[in-house]
Structure formats: structure tokens, C-alpha cells
């Protein structure tokens, strides 16, 4: 099958598996352990601590692994809000085009008095600086804003958001699980508080993943799972040396393989046939996306005959996985004006290294083949 949905999860890198499968043979002990496989398996997980924190520019003590971005975000939230001392600021500003455990997050952090104020995108899907801005309140907790949009690819002005943040004394989390190994992360110079991370996106193993929080030893925080001290005591269990160690050999290893696809100019390359195939479509996002992810709408796709004649051939998404099954339409895409209609003809198409150019041209002809 031609896999078009990297942006859900990216195929494990064949580094990275071998990683995993020799991890998985020497450490089996337990890092909390005092004996020699314990000390082991304990340094080699530092040693990826030190090498993410070097990715974003952070101290490995800022670095805490957990289960995923999800797990990542949740932190970022609850355990922030809850252990601060100063429990009177309850209002936290979010974008309209956060992936949707935020909206969840926020949905639970309402039953704790908590507000919340939505931020809208422009019309490319970009959340600007200034409308954030005008969202803080004197008794705003966090600010939230994505990096890298996960169904358009588009690039957030972080750095400006972060500025605004700092002087005004309010937490900023950004969500990079997309943007990781991809694009440039400085956590001083963006001004960013605590960030989020997943390895499944970036070709490492699923379950695995890490938050930066800015100052981490300073800081009053609310655990999100207790138990034995683990991870500075945020959250708690054995950790899983061996997906870590995975984890790291993606952090050193997705940038150069990112940069060879980039050089293939492959979303180039799907925009101009569409048009040579006289293919109708518009491109929602801005021309400064990231170039692994289109979001294409096909307004004169038979989009039922598109899916259900390649459903052995493609792996296609309508919005991100965490929506693809739903009956309604993707809040990202509602939320730069799509209307219902047009979100549900919308693909996201997301794609890999191994992508190559008769690909493209087997996908272009499939959806010519499928015009009303």
C-alpha cells in the first residue's frame, strides 16, 4: 500500500527498530535499580535526556518522558495549574486549531473553575500574535498554541506568542509533537514554558514520548500519575528504557531523512500534476507549510468512489485520526471556514520518505478517475 497518513503516525525507522530490538535485549532491568544492568539502562536513558534537551535547547533536568504527547499535554496542564501556589488566576487561552486532547483537557479543567477562551485562526489557519494578545487577561494562567498545525501543516509564530507571554507573566505551552526533528526549536529564544513531544511522529516506537518544562526543579507540581519518584516525581512507574532508547536514535537520525524527502519537492510535485490532470483543488494552509502535509479539497471528487475503489491502495485520512471516524467535520477545517461540504470532499495528505514520485502520479490518476 502506498501510505499517505505519516502525519497519525510515521512508520518506525528501520534504525530505530534495531534500536529498539537491542534495548530490548540488554535492558531489561528496572533504571531505579542500584546494580550494574540498572546503571546502565539508567545512563543510556540520560543520554537521550541530554540529546532531546540539546534539540530544543533545554537542560536535561527540564526533560520528563512519558507515554506520548498526549500524556505530555496533560501534564502541561494539570500538573502546572494545580501545584502553583497562586491559585487565583483560572483562565487559560487556547487555539481553535489544537489537537483535540486540549479541547479535552480544557472540557475537564471547566468542571475546576477554570475559563477558557478559544483563539481563531486567520483564514490560512495561522494563529496570529496579536489576537492571542488580545485574549491574555490579568488572570490568565496559560497560553496554548500548537506549533505545527497537525492536519495543514502550517507553522505558528511561536517566537512572537512566546514574547508576548514572557512580558506579560503567563505561562506558554506549545504542543510540537508535528514539528519536532522538522523545524528549527529554540525553547529560550521562543520564550516557550513547557513543549510536548511524541516519537511515533517522527519514526520512533508509539508509547513513548516527553514534556519540557522550563526551571522543572523550581517548580510546585501536581503529579498526574503517583507512585515512586520516578521522572522527578511527575509521574510515576518503571520507566521504559527500552523506548526510550528508540526514541533517541529518531531524534538523531528523522533529520536527515526529513531533509532528503524535502529535497524531492514532493508536495510540489502533487500540486503540478493535479493541475497538468485538470484536477480541481484548493489548498488549504499557506505556502510556508511544513512540505510533509497537504490538506487538499476536491470539490469535484467523488470522495465515497475515491476511498471505497483505493481502499487497498492508499492510506488517505480526512482530517487527522484522532477525527477520521467521526460524523462531523474537522474543527481545524470548520475553523479557517470550511464549510461542511467542503471539509468532508478534504484530505489530509501526509507522506514519507519512502514516497516517490509514480506514487504521486498512482494517487493523481486515482482521483481523476474519481470526478463527479
Known amino acids: 500500500m502506498i501510505y499517505l497518513d505519516s502525519a497519525a ?76 501556589k497562586d491559585k487565583s488566576k483560572k483562565h487559560i487561552v487556547v487555539s481553535a486549531i489544537e489537537h483535540k486532547c486540549i479541547f479535552a483537557i480544557c472540557e475537564y479543567l471547566k468542571t475546576c473553575g477554570f475559563e477558557i477562551t478559544i483563539v481563531m485562526p ?9 489576537s492571542v494578545e488580545e485574549a491574555i487577561r490579568d488572570d490568565t494562567a496559560l497560553v496554548s498554541v500548537m506549533h505545527v498545525n497537525n492536519e495543514l501543516g502550517t507553522v505558528n509564530p511561536i517566537a512572537e506568542i512566546g514574547a508576548i507571554c514572557y512580558v506579560k507573566g503567563v505561562l506558554f505551552h506549545s504542543d510540537a509533537a508535528q514539528s519536532l526533528c522538522k523545524t528549527e526549536i529554540d525553547v529560550d529564544d521562543m520564550n516557550i514554558d513547557i513543549m510536548s513531544f511524541s516519537a511515533h511522529k517522527i519514526g520512533g516506537p508509539k508509547g513513548i514520548g ?25 509521574r510515576g512507574g518503571t520507566v521504559a528504557a527500552p523506548q526510550i532508547v528508540g526514541f533517541g536514535t529518531a531524534i538523531s537520525i528523522f533529520s536527515n531523512y526529513y531533509q532528503v524527502f524535502k529535497e524531492k519537492g514532493i508536495r510540489s510535485y502533487l500540486l503540478k500534476s493535479l493541475q497538468r490532470s485538470d484536477v480541481a483543488y484548493t489548498v488549504n494552509g499557506d505556502d510556508k507549510a511544513l512540505p510533509h ?72 490518476f486515482a482521483i481523476k478517475r474519481a470526478a463527479i
Do not use: M, W
Open 9 to 84: 503516525s510515521y512508520p518506525i525507522l528501520p534504525e530505530v527498530k534495531t534500536a529498539l530490538i537491542q534495548a530490548f535485549e540488554t535492558h531489561f532491568a528496572n533504571s531505579a535499580s542500584s546494580h550494574l544492568l540498572g546503571e546502565l539502562a539508567l545512563k543510556s536513558i540520560d543520554e537521550v535526556r541530554a540529546a532531546l534537551a540539546e534539540k530544543i535547547g533545554a537542560y536535561p533536568s527540564e526533560i520528563v518522558f512519558t507515554s506520548g504527547a498526549t500524556e505530555s499535554n496533560n501534564i502541561a496542564f494539570k500538573s502546572l495549574l494545580f501545584g502553583k
Open 210 to 234: 516527553a514534556v519540557y518544562i522550563r526551571d522543572l526543579r523550581k517548580r510546585e507540581l501536581q503529579p498526574v500519575i503517583h507512585g515512586a519518584g520516578q521522572e522527578q516525581g511527575l
Open 122 to 130: 486567520n483564514a490560512q489557519g495561522i494563529i496570529e500574535a496579536h
Open 293 to 364: 502535509v497537504v490538506s487538499l479539497s476536491l470539490p469535484n471528487t467523488n470522495v465515497s468512489v475515491l476511498v471505497s475503489d483505493n481502499e487497498h491502495r492508499f492510506c488517505l485520512a480526512q482530517g487527522s485520526a484522532c477525527s477520521s471516524r467521526e460524523i462531523e467535520a474537522s474543527h481545524v477545517l470548520t475553523a479557517v471556514g470550511l464549510d461542511r461540504e467542503a471539509a468532508n470532499s478534504t484530505f489530509r495528505i501526509s507522506f514519507t520518505n519512502e514516497i516517490t514520485y509514480s506514487d504521486i502520479d498512482e494517487l493523481v
